[in-house]
């Protein structure tokens, strides 16, 4: 088991920056592939971006590729998540998770994470 910690939300203006940091502990970060999913108001979960546990090969979700950017410290067992020219319909909780994927198919499915974080809001004002 690993504990996940979300942090680095809040409300920033449409076309602004946020980075968000996920701190992990109680197990080898390493041994994990870490990914962020956010969940906007009042609709489903969905897949943001991962990052493989060897390697540090970034996937992104197609839409979102070009504003998005993924990476990992493993000194100090944290993984980030850069959101670039934020949109309000970014407004969402943002999850960390760690899991266990090989490929982009699999690490942009929910069901490959078993450990997840409280999440970290973001809200994007238009």
């Known amino acids: 088991q690993v504990q996940l910690v979300e942090s680095g939300g809040g409300l920033v203006q449409a076309g602004g920056s946020l980075s968000l940091s996920c701190a992990a502990s109680?197990?080898?970060?390493?041994?994990?592939?870490m990914g962020w999913f956010r969940q906007p108001p009042g609709k489903e979960r969905e897949f943001v971006a991962a990052?493989?546990?060897?390697?540090?090969?970034?996937y992104y979700a197609e839409s979102k590729e070009a504003r998005i950017s993924i990476s990992k410290d493993s000194a100090k067992n944290t993984v980030y998540l850069q959101l670039n020219n934020l949109k309000p319909e970014d407004t969402a909780v943002y999850y960390c998770?760690?899991?266990?994927?090989?490929?982009?198919?699999?690490?942009?499915?929910?069901?490959?994470?078993?450990?997840w974080g409280q999440g970290a809001q973001v809200t994007v004002s238009s």
């Open positions: 109680g197990s080898t970060f390493s041994a994990y592939s």
């Open positions: 990052i493989s546990r060897f390697g540090g090969t970034p």
């Open positions: 998770a760690a899991g266990f994927c090989g490929n982009v198919y699999r690490c942009r499915d929910s069901g490959a994470y078993g450990n």
